[in-house]
Each structure stands twice: as C-alpha cells, then as structure tokens.
C-alpha cells in the first residue's frame, strides 16, 4: 500500500510559480511511475505530467510544457511538481498518483487517470487573473 500526501498548493496571481510536493510512504517509488493530474471544477481529471521512480524519464502535457517541471527526491519519498508562469486555466485540484511499473508500457499508458492504482487527496492551486 502506498500512501500519498500533497502539499503546497494556493492562491497566486497569473505570471506566478507554486510548487506542489507529494510525499509517499508505505513503498519505496523507485519502481513506481509517479504521476500528476488535476481536476478543474466541471470538468474530468486531466493528465499533467509523470515521471520513473528513479527520476529519469519525466513527460508532460503539451500545455504544461515549458513551464512545469515534476522532479523526484527518493531519499524524501517526494515528487515535486514546479509550476511557472501560472495562467488562470491551471486553476484546479492537483493529484498526485503511483503505479508500480513491472515493465514499461509507453509513456502514453501512464497518462490515463484508469492506469494509476495509488491516489492522493488532492491540493488546490488557484490562479487568478
């Protein structure tokens, strides 16, 4: 079982950085994609970014990218979600979400909210205009 914590998340106006961590326990994440998604109000959870357990293959959605960043710091059990350059449309709850990886499926599979077994509770970053 692993347990996932976010954090960090607030109000902060559009042009600004936050950054959201997630603490894992229960499991090592070294072998374990973690990813990030968000849920704005109305809408369904989207794919934001994942990255390996050993931090060395990170993907993201193209409008995310250039200025979000997911990171890992494995003697933390922490992955970091980094947001620049925050625009009012990333206004939204941020879940973190682990999926023991047995064997690498393509970095398409891991974008689905259907393929992560693990969720945190969810933190909310507001941007506003």
């Known amino acids: 079982q692993v347990q996932l914590v976010e954090s960090g998340g607030g109000l902060v106006q559009a042009g600004g950085s936050l950054r959201l961590s997630c603490a894992a326990s229960?499991?090592?994440?070294?072998?374990?994609?973690m990813g990030w998604f968000r849920q704005a109000p109305g809408k369904e959870r989207e794919f934001v970014a994942h990255i390996s357990g050993s931090g060395s293959n990170t993907y993201y959605t193209d409008s995310v990218k250039g200025r979000f960043t997911i990171s890992t710091d494995n003697a933390k059990g922490t992955v970091y979600l980094q947001m620049n350059g925050l625009k009012p449309e990333d206004t939204a709850d941020y879940y973190c979400?682990?999926?023991?990886?047995?064997?690498?499926?393509?970095?398409?599979?891991?974008?689905?909210?259907?393929?992560?077994?693990?969720w945190g509770q969810g933190t909310q970053v507001t941007v506003s205009s």
């Open positions: 979400a682990a999926v023991p990886v047995r064997y690498w499926r393509g970095a398409s599979y891991y974008t689905r909210v259907a393929n992560y077994d693990y």
């Open positions: 229960g499991r090592t994440f070294s072998n374990y994609i």
